[in-house]
C-alpha cells in the first residue's frame, strides 16, 4: 500500500463548478500537508500548505485537514479553465525530510 | 518562473549510457532536492543536499549519484541507463531544510532512453 493514495482522475468539470480534490494517507506521523499545481510541461508550484489539522483558505482555494480519518481536500470554487492542471497533494513528518507525493489528479475545467 | 534553472531541457540517449543533468537552485537558497516522474510512478524523491552535504534519501537507485557542489548547483548523474529510466527530472530549492520550507521546483529535464 502506497503512503499517500490519490486518485488520477480525469476529473473534467463544467467553468464555475467546486471542485474537490482528495488524498488519503497511511503514515500518522505525518504533520505538513500540501497541495502543489502542476501545468502540462511545468514544475510542481505550491498551492497551500497546513500544519496538522483544520482549515486554510486562499482566495477560491480551501485547503482540509482530517487527521482523525488521515483524509485531506482541496475546494476549489468558481473553478476557471485556468485552473486546468495536475493537482498533487504531499505530506512530510515532523522533522522529517522527504516529502511524499501522491499521484496527481488531472483536472480539466472547460469553458 | 520558480528561480530554479535545470539543463538540459530535454535528453536523449541509449540504454548503457550515462547523463548528468546540472540543476542551479534560486538565489539564497542552501537545499536541493532531486525527483523522478513517470507516468506509472508519480512524482518520487530521489535525494536532496543541504549546503552541500546529503541530507535525505528516497527511492534512489545504486546506479544514480548526485552532489551539491560549493557554489550550491547540484548534478544528478544516471548511469547504466535503463529503458525505465526515462522520466522527467526535477530539481527543486528551499531555503532550510525539513519542517515546511517551501520547495521551489525548476522546469525539469525530459530524458528519453532508447
Known amino acids: 500500500q502506497k503512503e499517500v493514495e490519490q486518485d488520477p482522475g480525469p476529473l473534467s468539470v463544467p467553468e464555475g463548478a467546486i471542485v474537490s480534490l482528495n488524498c488519503t494517507y497511511s503514515?500518522?506521523?505525518?504533520?505538513?500537508f500540501m497541495w502543489y499545481r502542476q501545468y502540462s510541461r511545468k514544475g510542481p508550484e505550491l498551492l497551500m500548505y497546513?500544519?496538522?489539522?483544520g482549515n486554510k483558505e486562499d482566495g477560491r482555494f480551501t485547503a482540509q485537514v482530517d487527521k482523525s480519518s488521515k483524509y485531506i481536500s482541496l475546494f476549489i470554487r468558481d473553478s476557471q479553465p485556468s485552473d486546468s492542471a495536475t493537482y498533487l497533494c504531499?505530506?512530510?513528518?515532523?522533522?522529517?525530510?522527504?516529502?511524499?507525493f501522491g499521484a496527481g489528479t488531472r483536472l480539466f475545467v472547460k469553458a | 518562473d520558480s528561480g530554479v534553472t535545470q539543463t538540459p531541457k530535454h535528453l536523449i540517449t541509449a540504454t548503457g549510457q550515462r547523463v548528468t543533468l546540472r540543476c542551479s537552485p534560486r538565489?539564497?537558497?542552501?537545499?536541493v532536492y532531486w525527483y523522478q516522474q513517470s507516468l506509472d510512478q508519480g512524482l518520487q524523491f530521489l535525494i536532496q543536499?543541504?549546503?552541500?552535504?546529503?541530507?535525505a534519501k528516497g527511492n534512489i537507485l545504486e546506479r544514480f549519484s548526485a552532489q551539491q557542489f560549493p557554489d550550491l548547483h547540484s548534478e544528478l548523474n544516471l548511469s547504466s541507463l535503463e529503458l525505465g529510466d526515462s522520466a522527467l527530472y526535477f530539481c527543486?530549492?528551499?531555503?532550510?531544510?525539513?519542517?515546511?520550507?517551501?520547495?521551489?521546483f525548476g522546469p525539469g529535464t525530459r530524458l528519453t532512453v532508447l
Open positions: 527543486a530549492s528551499s531555503v532550510g531544510q525539513g519542517r515546511t520550507n517551501e520547495q521551489f
Open positions: 503514515n500518522s506521523a505525518f504533520q505538513y
Open positions: 497546513t500544519y496538522s489539522s
Open positions: 504531499a505530506m512530510r513528518e515532523t522533522g522529517g525530510f522527504k516529502t511524499i
Open positions: 538565489s539564497g537558497d542552501l537545499s
Open positions: 543536499y543541504y549546503n552541500g552535504e546529503e541530507r
